[in-house]
């Protein structure tokens, strides 16, 4: 089995910054309410021409031009997003397209917030069997698109983004466990309906309320932190690892509280978690890349670090990874000090 390197990692947000403060003028909701129940403090909005290829592909960009490689040597392209530019084709074909990614394959991956984890799980099983060499993973969500913004309940939430990881075959790094659940007699704690619905006997389908973001915050809330932090304690048996072993916790970022419990239900010290909700909101599939891509940048993911990745979302869907990282895709001399003092070398 091969192993996976981290290749190129990019990220990229829209320049319309919406601050708290510019909700407050657009639903009864406040500043200080936003902040203490979510930890938002401003999110990135796509301009009118925006979508989520070209969000996808500015971040994809970035990711190949970190990596030094020429976009027709990519296999393939995953993309991961709930809110593709039409139904078809994908957002990874036109990222493909424009990137002048000729030889690679494409299509996109829609499990909410957990699209990203799928994608990339699958991305470091297509290497791993040898099927491919370069899988470029892409993240990347318009949600201004399909929030109610009369809705204080979720538009205080949401923001767009895009994040882009390429993966490459290698000796050493990788996934040392993963587990993905689905639970779908869930599935309106968290909905949006769309255009291929059942309709009514006059053959209309759902009214517009119902096509834009759906969510019961409360219940999910409750279920988010218990399935992430079990997806983890799940995802670290299939490595044969233990909390103790984990050097950062990298978790969909959907609300602070549900970030800070899952730490705290693990044992993981809360500084050990990547956060960049207050900046972005909750960007569903593009979460996880682009925290992950700031992160690599800001240095806080040694050679050898062990990192958590944890999501849940709409389906109901959630999981978690245990990742080794690698750029260089050669094992460490020794493993990070924190690490490896608690799992005893
Ligand atoms: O990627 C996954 C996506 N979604 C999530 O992860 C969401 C998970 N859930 C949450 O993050 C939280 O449930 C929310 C942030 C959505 C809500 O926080 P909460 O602490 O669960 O509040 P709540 O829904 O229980 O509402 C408490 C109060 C209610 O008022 P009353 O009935 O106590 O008078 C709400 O009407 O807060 C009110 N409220 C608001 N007030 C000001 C709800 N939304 C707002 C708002 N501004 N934006």
């Known amino acids: 089995m091969n192993g996976t390197r981290i290749a190129g990692l990019g990220h990229y947000l829209p320049e319309r910054v ?22 938002i403090e401003q999110r990135h909005v796509a301009a009118p021409h925006e979508t989520s290829s070209s969000l996808g592909y500015r971040a994809a960009l970035m990711a190949l031009e970190q990596a030094r490689v020429n976009p027709e040597d990519i296999d393939l392209i995953i993309g991961a997003t709930t809110t593709p530019d039409g139904l078809f084709p994908s957002a990874a074909s036109l990222i493909q397209d424009r990137l002048g990614a000729v030889n690679a394959g494409a299509y996109d991956v829609n499990a909410a917030c957990m699209g990203f984890l799928s994608a990339f799980s699958a991305a470091t099983q297509y290497i791993a069997t ?42 050493y790094g990788g996934p040392l466990g993963f587990v993905l659940h689905s639970d779908g007699s869930r599935k309106l704690y968290l909905y949006a309906e769309g255009p291929c619905g059942p309709r009514d006997a006059e053959g209309n389908g759902a009214p517009p309320h119902l096509c834009m973001i759906n969510m019961d915050g409360p219940a999910l809330f409750k279920f988010a932190v218990n399935a992430m932090a079990n997806a983890v304690r799940e995802a670290l048996g299939k490595s044969q690892l233990s909390v103790a072993d984990v050097d950062v916790l990298l978790p969909h970022q959907a609300n602070l509280r549900i970030i800070q419990g899952t730490a705290k239900s ?3 010290p809360e500084d050990k978690a990547v956060v960049t909700i207050h900046r972005y909101g909750n960007t569903s599939s593009a979460s996880i890349p682009i925290a992950m891509s700031e992160a690599a940048r800001a240095g806080r993911f040694e050679e050898g670090a062990r990192i958590a990745i944890c999501s849940f979302g709409g389906g ?5 990874m245990i990742y080794e990282w690698s750029t260089t895709g050669v094992a460490p001399e020794r493993r990070p000090v924190a690490a490896a003092s608690a799992s005893g070398g």
């Open 18 to 39: 919406l601050s708290n403060a510019d909700i407050e003028r657009m639903v009864d909701t406040s500043d200080q309410w936003i902040r203490d129940r979510t930890g």
């Open 130 to 171: 040898g099927a491919y060499q370069r899988v470029l993973v892409v993240g990347t969500e318009v949600l201004s698109r399909i929030v109610n913004w009369q809705d204080r309940g979720t538009c205080v939430l949401f923001g767009d983004g895009a994040g882009a990881v390429l993966l490459e075959a290698a000796p």
């Open 266 to 268: 693990l044992g993981i």
């Open 316 to 320: 109901l869907a959630w999981g978690s």
